[in-house]
């Protein structure tokens, strides 16, 4: 059993900055992979980014691609999503979610392929 444990998020102004950490309790194997992804009010849950535990290949929606920026820590088990240049649309209560299927080398997007998932953490963005 893991358990992810988010921090971080809270309010932003338009063009600002936030980051989110989720750590895994836990041992991490290297062929998981950990995403992000992101529900607002009335709308579905999405992928937001992703990377592989072993090799750190990462991935991003078109939508913080270039905004976004994913990282691990293999020591702490941690990772983390550095968010810049915030818009309003980034307002969201934002998951982490563990995907500890079969072996993975790239990352999965569709929330089903994710396991074990945290708590969640409110990213409010103001205009």
């Known amino acids: 059993q893991v358990q992810l444990v988010e921090s971080g998020g809270g309010l932003a102004q338009a063009g600002g900055s936030l980051r989110l950490s989720c750590a895994a309790s836990g041992p991490m194997s290297i062929g998981y992979a950990m995403g992000w992804f992101r529900q607002a009010p009335g709308k579905e849950r999405e992928f937001v980014s992703g990377v592989t535990w072993g090799a750190g290949n990462t991935h991003y929606a078109d939508s913080v691609k270039g905004r976004f920026i994913i990282s691990r820590d293999t020591v702490k088990n941690t990772v983390y999503l550095q968010m810049n240049s915030l818009k309003p649309e980034d307002t969201a209560v934002y998951y982490c979610?563990?995907?500890?299927?079969?072996?993975?080398?790239?990352?999965?997007?569709?929330?089903?392929?994710?396991?074990?998932w945290g708590q969640g953490a409110q990213v409010t963005v103001s205009s």
């Open positions: 979610a563990l995907d500890s299927g079969a072996y993975r080398t790239a990352v999965r997007t569709t929330a089903t392929e994710y396991k074990y």
